[in-house]
């Protein structure tokens, strides 16, 4: 028998995007984000919070077949605008990743690679998505590789975003994702002492039952999946594969 899995997808911006062929695990255009949620929820997929699933990856509860978890990295701004009121029409939970010394300001980083820098959300936005029961997780202070950066700066940034995203919530911040899917073992330690209760990744696959929950593999989604793709990602990528270097130094490209 097949252990129990989950499929935790992993998407970026949610908008209205010319073709590109570069970057592309980076957006997904409205309307396919649209049709993907509408999928999902006319074939009864459980759409589940994060904390569900680890509950289940666990052991803590049972894990539905089929089991999905949606989640945004960088806290873009499009997400309010296109993906909350999708959301919202399925009641789907979702977590969103936030940067908590950029909230409010453009993803800098983009910068590097010639590309426009979209605003990300503000606190007070933050704080809406919260009473949306949308889920707030840190994606750090700053967008940092943080297996390839001094370990005083990648434990702040893995420490400080937590109270400080906490502070700006008033809530426990209780899950973290690592930019650009950089960590070794040290980053993983680091999000432990931090009390973390779970970490994704940018590894691709399908999490299994006793999956370390400081070590979550995802699935990324991409402009150009079409639904073939989305369900093939859902149901057949599911053995472990390592975030590419290319996309560990820059997410430019799906490993669709």
Request: glycine letters at 8%; one cysteine or more; charged letters at 20%.
């Amino acid at each position: 028998m097949a252990p129990a899995r989950v499929s935790i997808l992993m998407y970026h911006q949610i908008g209205a995007f010319a073709p590109m062929r570069a970057h592309r695990s980076t957006y997904c255009h409205h309307r396919r984000f649209a049709a993907q949620m509408a999928w999902l929820h006319h074939l009864r997929y459980p759409v589940l919070r994060l904390e569900q699933a680890i509950a289940g990856l666990r052991g803590q509860a049972p894990l539905p077949p089929r089991a999905v978890v949606l989640t945004f990295d960088d806290g873009y701004e499009n997400f309010y605008q296109y993906a909350l009121p999708v959301l919202a029409r399925y009641g789907f939970p979702a977590m969103v990743y936030a940067l908590a010394d950029r909230l409010g300001q453009p993803a800098g980083w983009f910068a590097a690679d010639g590309r426009a820098t979209p605003p990300l959300m503000s606190a007070a936005r933050l704080r809406e998505l919260r009473r949306a029961g949308i889920d707030v997780g840190s994606h750090g202070l700053t967008h940092q590789r943080l297996a390839q950066v001094d370990r005083a700066l990648a434990r702040r940034e893995i420490t400080l975003s937590k109270s400080r995203l906490e502070q700006a919530l008033g809530e426990p911040v209780r899950h973290f994702c690592y930019p650009y899917g950089s960590y070794d073992d040290a980053v993983v330690a680091m999000a432990a002492q931090a009390g973390y209760d779970s970490a994704t990744t940018c590894d691709r696959a399908g999490a299994v039952v006793g999956e370390d929950p400081l070590r979550l593999p995802r699935k990324a989604i991409s402009f150009g999946d079409s639904l073939a793709g989305y369900a093939w990602k859902l149901h057949v990528k599911q053995r472990r594969k390592a975030a590419p270097p290319v996309l560990q130094a820059t997410e430019r490209r799906s490993t669709a």
